[in-house]
């Protein structure tokens, strides 16, 4: 089984890659995401809806962020941190959030 610094990784290449049915495989049903700018998305459909019309760039230069280096991720208590520099709003940070099975319950995005 492949730990959750290891999902969230396949997590950021897939947002990366723009693979999106992969990317949704990857979540809970009661996905719950918020972001400042787009307000908080409740429930798997309605977030992939979300994706689908307006990608959330994973870095790189296809990205509508820019050129944003993404760390590692790590271990932040339950949850899985991934600090992204290189945005003109200041450092972003991602954190990931699992339930028992290991899907992807919770995206939090804002600024560090």
Request: hydrophobic content about 40%; cysteine-free.
């Amino acid at each position: 089984m492949a730990s959750r610094t290891e999902l969230a990784k396949r997590y950021m290449a897939l947002q990366q890659a723009q693979k999106f049915d992969d990317l949704i495989a990857m979540m809970s049903d009661d996905v719950m995401m918020t972001n400042p700018m787009t307000g908080t998305i409740n429930g798997k459909d309605a977030l992939s809806e979300a994706i689908r019309a307006r990608p959330m760039g994973g870095g790189g230069s296809n990205s509508p962020m820019g050129d944003i280096q993404w760390s590692e991720p790590e271990e932040e208590g339950q949850d899985v941190k991934i600090l992204g520099t290189g945005s003109p709003f200041g450092t972003l940070k991602i954190t990931l959030a699992f339930n028992d099975d290991n899907k992807i319950s919770r995206i939090d995005a804002g600024l560090a």
